[in-house]
C-alpha cells in the first residue's frame, strides 16, 4: 500500500474553474514533487519542494499554483486551464536527493484531470 | 538539453524475454533508473545503476549501460503476464538525485 494518498482521483473541470490538487504522504519524507503524465511525452517533472522551500519550477505555466504548507502536504492550485493541461497528475515524495544520495521517489496513484 | 527517449510499445510471449531500451543526451547523467508503473498506480523504483558501472543484476532483472553511446536497457528475463505494465527510464545528476528526467515510458504487454 502506498503512503502517497491523492485526491481527487479523478477531476473534469471547465476552463473557467478554480480547483485543487492535494497530495499526503506519511512517510516522514521532506521533499516532495508534482509530475505530470501525457500520454506519448515523457514523464515531465513541474515542482519540486524540499523542507517546504519550492527547489525547482521547470517553466510550468501560472495558471498551476503550487503550495506546500508542511513536508507532509502538498497542492496543486488550478485556474483558467487549458484542454491541453490534461493528464494524469502524479505526487511522489522522498528524502531529499539535494546531498548527492540517492533516495527512491515514491509515487501517489495521480489524480486523472480533464479539462472541458 | 537533456532528453530521454525510448519506444513506446513492446510486446512478448510469456516465457520469453524482454529487453527495453532507453537513450538519452545529458553527458552529465550519473544515475539511471528504470522505474515501473502497473495500471492505475503510480511509479515505483525497480533498480537504478551509476554511471561508471557497466551492468547490475538483480533476480530476473540485468541492467545494461553502454555509456559510450549513451544507451540503457532492461532485461526481464522469464516475462510473467504480471509484468505487464509501463516502464520508465530516467537519470539523474549526481549532486541533485531529486531532479529526474524521465522517457516517455514503454508499456510491455505479456502475452499468453
Known amino acids: 500500500e502506498t503512503g502517497v494518498t491523492q485526491t481527487p482521483r479523478h477531476l473534469v473541470m471547465g476552463m473557467t474553474n478554480k480547483k485543487s490538487l492535494k497530495c499526503e504522504q506519511h512517510?516522514?519524507?521532506?521533499?516532495m514533487y508534482w509530475y505530470k503524465q501525457s500520454a506519448k511525452k515523457p514523464l515531465e517533472l513541474m515542482f519540486v519542494?524540499?523542507?517546504?522551500?519550492?527547489?525547482e519550477n521547470n517553466s510550468v505555466p501560472s495558471r498551476f499554483s503550487p503550495e506546500c504548507p508542511n513536508s507532509s502536504h502538498l497542492f496543486l492550485h488550478l485556474h483558467t486551464l487549458q484542454p491541453e493541461d490534461s493528464a494524469l497528475y502524479l505526487c511522489?515524495?522522498?528524502?531529499?536527493?539535494?546531498?548527492?544520495?540517492?533516495?527512491?521517489?515514491?509515487f501517489g496513484p495521480g489524480t486523472r484531470l480533464t479539462v472541458t | 538539453g537533456e532528453d530521454v527517449e525510448q519506444s513506446l510499445f513492446l510486446s512478448v510471449r510469456e516465457g520469453d524475454s524482454s529487453v527495453i531500451n532507453c537513450t538519452y543526451t545529458d553527458s552529465s547523467s550519473t544515475y539511471l533508473y528504470w522505474y515501473k508503473q502497473e495500471p492505475g498506480a503510480g511509479l515505483q523504483l525497480l533498480t537504478y545503476i551509476f554511471s561508471n558501472m557497466d551492468m547490475k543484476q538483480d533476480q530476473r532483472l540485468t541492467v545494461l549501460l553502454n555509456k559510450k553511446d549513451k544507451h540503457l536497457s532492461l532485461r526481464i528475463a522469464d516475462t510473467q503476464t504480471g509484468d505487464s505494465a509501463i516502464y520508465f527510464c530516467?537519470?539523474?545528476?549526481?549532486?541533485?538525485?531529486?531532479?529526474?528526467?524521465f522517457g516517455t515510458g514503454t508499456r510491455l504487454q505479456v502475452f499468453p
Open positions: 511522489a515524495s522522498s528524502h531529499s536527493g539535494t546531498s548527492g544520495r540517492i533516495y527512491e521517489q515514491y
Open positions: 512517510l516522514g519524507h521532506n521533499a
Open positions: 519542494y524540499n523542507f517546504k522551500e519550492q527547489t
Open positions: 530516467a537519470e539523474s545528476s549526481s549532486y541533485n538525485t531529486d531532479k529526474l528526467i
